[in-house]
């Protein structure tokens, strides 16, 4: 990379200027204004600094735009939707650096309903790739409280899960080609809807939750599915997260795969979600510790679905399994659990400084590493409170916190670690994940030396130093 004085104030020009050439005057954006949005995280903990906002209409301008700053060794940032939780979309302060905007390349390339795939562009929001298969009578399966606004690029690069994992698997499970740009500007064209390919090595799965540090991903093909013509949610209260498990276990048992979402809250969050998120409602007479939202859906029209999930809550109650539940009765009750689900991470937002951990451990080993990190933490914090929620069907909990008098204007409190290590350590216990689903980002990178071996982390360093020479994608996140 090149310093300060070796990248004087008329050289930036004459580089913008290049920028402008390669994608028009109007999508290189340099106006503090108009640059400031792209500079900070969701959660507004990370800030950077950036030459330009630069946003290409397609892959051959992002390629003309990549090779500009290979030559000039200048960092690219790639950024979609800017709703990551660990500021891997977020440049560093180093200035010698664009944000890669790809909002532009937001279109549905194919949709092909017998191949069951869909074709396209990075900068598509997800929730415009569901209306897109929908319409063709297909699910696309990716669901995520920020479906409205995250794009498919960035769900890509960080793998994402949401909450049908359980039954679809993650965003790396539902891709079948990728297109994209090389740190040397080439382009690495893949948008092939094959089911087997085996000529090689899968280089797809490279770039998939390497969070643009080893190239920018301009396209994909991704699998669809039947759309559900069946679909029944459910709200039940449980006495603790064991019973949960076992109350999943048992919807497997007598419902089968047609269990796509299953999720555990416990009250706090479900408390904050009514505090501060307008038009929420109890969704049960009665309190209880813990709840477990799941929906269940089936192709066919006509479908025993919901006398089955009937009789499975009915067996669980008899079982004290569950306390008590309710089935919603039409989409928008449906949509009304969900809700509750979904704002839980903006309601969090308003107590104070909450220390986030997106861990993963074996889903029989959920119940006890509630009950130990909670009380490890107790220890450590007295008075500390714990939002607990999550997706317990593959393993993966928010296990997130408050600590008395931590606040989020305090940067000393935002820096500190010493949460984080008490929920970390006793993960890599139970030979878990500290990031199982929202990546590595800037706010893990220091973490991961010490959850993942050396020689895990020597391939890595091995595949950076070849796919980027340069060190210029998205420098200081991952590795």
Same mark, same amino acid.
């Given at each position: 990379m090149?310093?300060d004085m070796e990248?004087?104030?008329t050289a930036?020009?004459?580089f913008?200027e290049r920028?402008a050439?390669?994608?028009?005057?109007a999508?290189v954006?340099t106006?503090a204004?108009d640059?400031a949005?792209a500079?900070s995280?969701?959660r507004?903990?990370y800030?950077?600094?950036a030459?330009a906002?630069?946003?290409?209409?397609?892959?051959s301008?992002?390629?003309?735009?990549v @090779?500009?700053?290979?030559?000039a060794?200048?960092? #690219?940032v !790639?950024? +979609?939707?800017n709703? &990551?939780?660990?500021g =891997?979309a977020?440049?560093?302060?180093?200035g010698?650096?664009?944000v890669?905007s790809l909002?532009?390349m937001?279109?549905?390339?194919?949709?092909?309903?017998?191949n069951?795939t869909?074709?396209?562009?990075?900068g598509?929001?997800?929730a415009?790739v569901?209306?897109?298969?929908?319409a063709?009578g297909?699910l696309f399966?990716l669901?995520?409280g920020?479906?409205?606004?995250c794009?498919?690029?960035?769900?890509l690069?960080?793998n994402?899960?949401?909450?049908?994992?359980l039954r679809?698997?993650n965003? @790396?499970?539902?891709t079948l080609g990728?297109?994209? #740009?090389? !740190?040397? +500007?080439s382009?690495? &064209?893949?948008?092939? =809807?094959?089911r087997k390919d085996n000529?090689?090595y899968?280089?797809?799965?490279?770039?998939?939750g390497?969070?643009?540090t080893?190239g920018v991903?301009?396209?994909?093909v991704l699998?669809?599915?039947?759309m559900p013509r069946?679909s029944?949610?459910?709200?039940?209260?449980?006495p603790?997260p064991?019973?949960?498990?076992?109350l999943?276990?048992?919807?497997?048992e007598?419902?089968?795969n047609?269990?796509s979402?299953f999720e555990l809250?416990?009250?706090r969050s479900?408390?904050?979600?009514?505090?501060h998120i307008?038009?929420?409602?109890?969704?049960?007479?009665a309190?209880?510790?813990?709840?477990?939202l799941?929906?269940?859906?089936?192709p066919?029209?006509?479908?025993d679905?919901?006398?089955a999930l009937e009789q499975?809550?009915?067996?669980?109650v008899?079982?004290?399994l569950?306390?008590?539940?309710?089935l919603a009765?039409s989409?928008a009750?449906?949509?009304a659990l969900?809700?509750?689900?979904?704002s839980i991470?903006?309601?969090?937002k308003s107590?104070g400084?909450l220390?986030?951990?997106?861990i993963?451990?074996?889903?029989?080993?959920i119940p006890?590493?509630?009950?130990e990190a909670g009380?490890?933490?107790?220890?450590?914090?007295p008075?500390?409170?714990?939002?607990?929620f999550g997706?317990i069907g593959?393993?993966?909990?928010?296990?997130?916190?408050y600590?008395p008098g931590r606040?989020?204007?305090?940067?000393?409190?935002i820096?500190a670690t010493d949460?984080n290590d008490?929920?970390f350590r006793?993960?890599?216990?139970r030979?878990?994940s500290?990031?199982a689903?929202?990546?590595?980002?800037?706010?893990?990178?220091?973490e991961?030396?010490h959850?993942?071996s050396?020689?895990?982390?020597?391939?890595m360093?091995?595949?950076?130093?070849?796919?980027?020479?340069?060190g210029i994608?998205?420098?200081?996140?991952v590795?």
């Amino acid at each position: 990379m090149k310093t300060d004085m070796e990248y004087p104030g008329t050289a930036v020009a004459a580089f913008i200027e290049r920028l402008a050439h390669a994608v028009g005057d109007a999508n290189v954006l340099t106006d503090a204004a108009d640059v400031a949005p792209a500079l900070s995280d969701w959660r507004g903990f990370y800030k950077g600094r950036a030459m330009a906002v630069v946003r290409p209409a397609n892959t051959s301008e992002v390629s003309a735009v990549v @090779r500009l700053c290979s030559d000039a060794g200048i960092a #690219v940032v !790639a950024q +979609g939707g800017n709703t &990551g939780m660990c500021g =891997g979309a977020t440049p560093t302060m180093d200035g010698r650096t664009i944000v890669l905007s790809l909002a532009r390349m937001n279109r549905v390339l194919a949709l092909d309903p017998l191949n069951y795939t869909i074709t396209v562009e990075a900068g598509c929001v997800l929730a415009t790739v569901q209306q897109a298969a929908s319409a063709a009578g297909r699910l696309f399966p990716l669901s995520l409280g920020a479906e409205g606004s995250c794009q498919i690029g960035g769900n890509l690069a960080t793998n994402a899960g949401g909450v049908n994992v359980l039954r679809y698997g993650n965003t @790396r499970d539902l891709t079948l080609g990728l297109e994209v #740009v090389l !740190a040397d +500007g080439s382009v690495l &064209g893949g948008l092939r =809807g094959l089911r087997k390919d085996n000529t090689g090595y899968d280089l797809k799965q490279l770039f998939i939750g390497s969070e643009g540090t080893l190239g920018v991903i301009t396209g994909a093909v991704l699998k669809v599915f039947p759309m559900p013509r069946t679909s029944v949610t459910a709200f039940a209260a449980v006495p603790d997260p064991a019973a949960a498990i076992a109350l999943l276990g048992r919807l497997r048992e007598q419902v089968g795969n047609r269990v796509s979402a299953f999720e555990l809250i416990s009250r706090r969050s479900i408390e904050l979600v009514l505090a501060h998120i307008p038009g929420t409602r109890d969704p049960l007479a009665a309190a209880s510790p813990w709840y477990v939202l799941t929906n269940v859906d089936d192709p066919r029209t006509e479908s025993d679905l919901r006398s089955a999930l009937e009789q499975a809550l009915g067996d669980a109650v008899e079982d004290a399994l569950v306390t008590d539940a309710a089935l919603a009765e039409s989409d928008a009750q449906a949509q009304a659990l969900w809700r509750i689900r979904e704002s839980i991470p903006d309601a969090s937002k308003s107590e104070g400084l909450l220390y986030r951990h997106d861990i993963s451990v074996p889903t029989s080993d959920i119940p006890s590493f509630i009950e130990e990190a909670g009380a490890r933490l107790e220890a450590a914090f007295p008075g500390v409170r714990i939002v607990c929620f999550g997706h317990i069907g593959d393993g993966n909990l928010h296990y997130n916190c408050y600590v008395p008098g931590r606040m989020r204007d305090d940067p000393v409190a935002i820096a500190a670690t010493d949460v984080n290590d008490v929920v970390f350590r006793l993960v890599h216990e139970r030979s878990g994940s500290i990031s199982a689903e929202h990546g590595i980002g800037q706010a893990k990178v220091a973490e991961l030396p010490h959850y993942k071996s050396a020689v895990e982390l020597e391939v890595m360093h091995r595949l950076k130093r070849v796919l980027d020479p340069q060190g210029i994608m998205n420098p200081g996140k991952v590795i």
